[in-house]
């Protein structure tokens, strides 16, 4: 099973400020890796996908670098409502697998 | 808007089964692949498993295989997940998702149901 670390597990920032959160798969994932959002009390959104496409509706603050086994989720300049938890994800082989998770914090 | 909603929650017994369903609209259900996705209570996410669009290919956690079965009725555009012999440890927030295939990310969720286990 491809194991995700992701860090920091808190990361605390103010608006207009800039997040990076990364993502370590314990073997090469290549592009198949997306991120996603779920903000309290709500259900996971898809955010980035093939290690750089963004879905549907996903702002271009949201950005996205690497691959392999090393992952850097970017958002440029953070909103009130980009506050919440990420998660990274591998689609790569069986079973699909989670991060840990990253609180974005203000 | 894809609308995916999940419904069979509920309290059950350790050892006790139950049936959750995920009906799905606004999208052709049968070109699409299912997964299911759980969360413990303040806990992150579970990939539990998937379904192929035609219903023909599913793969499972190793956590729920053998006692979870994951299916699908195309005709009533709904997928299923049978939870058998259930832990304290199934306990979780159960989300359905799409995906374009099998292994291909989740582009859209339901917004979950609840499973307690607990006598």
């Known amino acids: 099973e491809i194991v995700l670390t992701q860090s920091p597990a808190t990361l605390s920032v103010s608006p207009g400020e800039r997040a990076t959160l990364s993502c370590r798969a314990s073997?090469?994932?290549?592009?198949?890796l997306a991120w996603y959002q779920q903000r309290p009390g709500q259900a996971p959104r898809l955010l980035i996908y093939?290690?750089?496409a963004r879905a549907t509706g996903v702002p271009a603050r949201f950005s996205n670098s690497g691959s392999g086994t090393e992952f850097t989720l970017t958002i440029s300049s953070l909103l009130s409502e980009d506050f919440g938890l990420y998660y990274c994800?591998?689609?790569?082989?069986?079973?699909?697998?989670f991060g840990g998770g990253t609180k974005v914090e203000i | 808007e894809v609308q995916l909603v999940e419904s069979g929650g509920g309290l059950v017994q350790p050892g006790g089964s139950l049936r959750l369903s995920c009906a799905a609209s606004?999208?052709?259900?049968?070109?699409?692949?299912m997964s299911w996705v759980r969360q413990a209570p303040g806990k992150g996410l579970e990939w539990v498993s998937v379904?192929?669009?035609?219903?023909?290919?599913?793969y499972y956690a190793d956590s729920v295989k053998g006692r979870f079965t994951i299916s699908r009725d195309n005709s009533k555009d709904t997928l299923y997940l049978q939870m058998d012999s259930l832990r304290a440890e199934d306990a979780a927030i159960y989300f359905c998702?799409?995906?374009?295939?099998?292994?291909?990310?989740?582009?859209?969720w339901g917004q979950g149901i609840l499973v307690a286990v607990s006598s």
């Open positions: 998702a799409k995906s374009t295939s099998i292994r291909y990310p989740l582009d859209s």
């Open positions: 606004v999208f052709t259900f049968s070109r699409f692949a």
């Open positions: 093939g290690a750089s």
């Open positions: 073997q090469s994932v290549g592009t198949n």
């Open positions: 994800q591998q689609y790569d082989s069986w079973p699909l697998t």
């Open positions: 379904i192929s669009g035609t219903g023909g290919v599913t």
